[in-house]
């Protein structure tokens, strides 16, 4: 049975009472007193961040149940970071090692000496990015009741974070568009995971069963477990759907709160708007991944914490108030083999 309750950012046994508190939070902050009470009466504080001065020029942290409702709706929406090793940092810069090989077993003769090997390491460096969103809004929102509001501004706010996010990880040229960032579809070119479908396969209504067979070999064993598909909603109709309309291999649920919840040939479907999502040709581009992102990706973020900042004096001709949304975080694709080595994930490229 669907859960159809108004509030969906916010989970657990007491989420409408979480999205009460933030959308209260929220109104304290552009000047309603009696939210401001309601605040302070139940412990909620309005704690600066770090720095800050005042709330026009500066920020507000966010209280707990705000930032879990956004890392909520991010990890349900958010194709890659769904998939991603997630990593909290305490600076802006942070370095952390990555196994490139590892020791040798040798047999040797009795009394023989034993040939050394040695751990091969070397190191991942991030430079966390500022993420932010201003958001313009008309004064009657903040009339909307507490629970309503909260549970509105955290899942725009999640659903545009986990947008970009999902945009950088898989499409990202790291160019300043994307603030650096390469994505999958950017690293993966020319190597031996990017997989060519067959001659005249640039769309998903072309897509057989062989291509499906390739993309999945051009994978590392090691990876096969904890992979998974990554594809938009026009891949999952015209392609699995398609395909297992004949061959079976896809099974599906609703889950609680509503979303579909895939399986193809036993691995789960993860859908993002951000890759392909037309029934045009695309010769030449990834039209969809396959395997295990968290040994290909790092998506590493300062502590998961949000900074808001409300304004009403900038908008204020208008009766409108604009609402400012910060992260810190930076995607790092840093595993996806070369030209002759199979990495953990793969991508299914057009042909002309």
């Given at each position: 049975?669907?859960?159809?309750?108004?509030?969906?950012?916010?989970?657990?046994?007491?989420?409408?009472?979480?999205?009460?508190?933030?959308?209260?939070?929220f109104?304290?902050?552009?000047?309603?007193?009696?939210?401001?009470?309601?605040?302070?009466?139940?412990?909620?504080?309005?704690?600066?961040?770090?720095?800050?001065?005042?709330?026009?020029?500066?920020?507000?942290?966010?209280?707990?149940?705000?930032?879990?409702?956004?890392?909520?709706?991010?990890?349900t929406?958010?194709?890659?970071?769904?998939?991603?090793?997630?990593?909290?940092?305490?600076?802006?810069?942070?370095?952390r090692?990555?196994?490139?090989?590892?020791?040798?077993?040798?047999?040797?003769?009795?009394?023989?000496?034993?040939?050394?090997?040695?751990?091969?390491?070397?190191?991942i460096?991030?430079?966390?990015?500022?993420?932010?969103?201003?958001?313009?809004?008309?004064?009657?929102?903040?009339?909307?009741?507490?629970?309503?509001?909260g549970?509105?501004?955290?899942?725009?706010i999640g659903?545009?974070?986990?947008?970009?996010?999902?945009?950088?990880?898989?499409n990202?040229d790291g160019?300043?568009?994307?603030?650096?960032?390469?994505?999958?579809?950017t690293?993966l070119?020319?190597?031996?995971?990017?997989?060519?479908?067959?001659?005249?396969?640039?769309?998903?209504?072309?897509?057989?069963?062989?291509?499906?067979?390739?993309?999945?070999?051009?994978?590392?064993?090691?990876?096969?477990?904890g992979?998974?598909?990554?594809?938009?909603?026009t891949?999952?109709?015209?392609?699995?759907?398609?395909?297992?309309?004949?061959?079976?291999?896809?099974?599906?649920?609703?889950?609680?709160?509503?979303?579909?919840?895939?399986?193809?040939?036993?691995?789960?479907?993860?859908?993002?708007g951000?890759?392909?999502?037309?029934?045009?040709s695309?010769?030449?581009?990834?039209m969809?991944?396959f395997?295990?992102?968290?040994?290909?990706a790092?998506?590493?973020?300062?502590?998961?914490?949000?900074?808001?900042?409300?304004?009403?004096?900038?908008?204020?001709?208008?009766?409108?108030?604009?609402?400012?949304?910060?992260?810190?975080?930076?995607?790092?694709?840093h595993?996806?083999?070369?030209?002759?080595?199979?990495?953990p994930?793969?991508?299914?490229?057009?042909?002309?």
């Amino acid at each position: 049975m669907l859960n159809r309750s108004r509030v969906r950012a916010f989970t657990g046994t007491e989420a409408e009472l979480k999205a009460e508190r933030v959308g209260h939070w929220f109104k304290a902050l552009v000047g309603q007193e009696a939210s401001r009470v309601w605040c302070v009466k139940r412990g909620i504080g309005l704690t600066k961040a770090t720095n800050e001065s005042s709330n026009v020029t500066g920020g507000f942290l966010a209280p707990l149940d705000f930032d879990a409702a956004i890392i909520n709706v991010r990890e349900t929406v958010g194709a890659f970071r769904q998939g991603a090793e997630v990593r909290p940092s305490r600076s802006d810069g942070q370095v952390r090692p990555r196994r490139t090989g590892g020791l040798t077993a040798n047999f040797v003769s009795e009394g023989a000496s034993i040939p050394e090997s040695s751990f091969q390491l070397d190191a991942i460096g991030s430079n966390q990015k500022k993420l932010a969103i201003l958001a313009r809004a008309s004064t009657e929102l903040f009339e909307d009741s507490a629970p309503d509001l909260g549970e509105f501004l955290a899942s725009e706010i999640g659903y545009a974070f986990a947008a970009k996010e999902d945009d950088c990880g898989f499409n990202g040229d790291g160019t300043s568009t994307f603030c650096g960032i390469s994505g999958l579809a950017t690293r993966l070119a020319g190597l031996k995971s990017s997989i060519a479908a067959a001659s005249g396969h640039n769309t998903f209504l072309t897509l057989d069963n062989t291509d499906i067979a390739n993309v999945m070999a051009g994978v590392l064993a090691t990876a096969i477990p904890g992979a998974a598909w990554f594809t938009s909603a026009t891949g999952y109709g015209q392609t699995i759907c398609r395909l297992c309309a004949v061959s079976g291999g896809l099974t599906t649920a609703i889950r609680p709160d509503g979303t579909l919840a895939a399986n193809y040939l036993g691995f789960p479907v993860i859908f993002s708007g951000k890759l392909p999502d037309v029934s045009t040709s695309l010769a030449g581009s990834a039209m969809l991944f396959f395997g295990n992102l968290a040994q290909a990706a790092v998506l590493v973020e300062r502590q998961q914490q949000t900074i808001i900042a409300v304004s009403r004096e900038r908008a204020l001709d208008a009766d409108q108030i604009l609402i400012r949304g910060v992260q810190r975080e930076d995607i790092i694709n840093h595993t996806v083999g070369d030209a002759s080595t199979r990495g953990p994930i793969a991508m299914l490229v057009g042909t002309s």
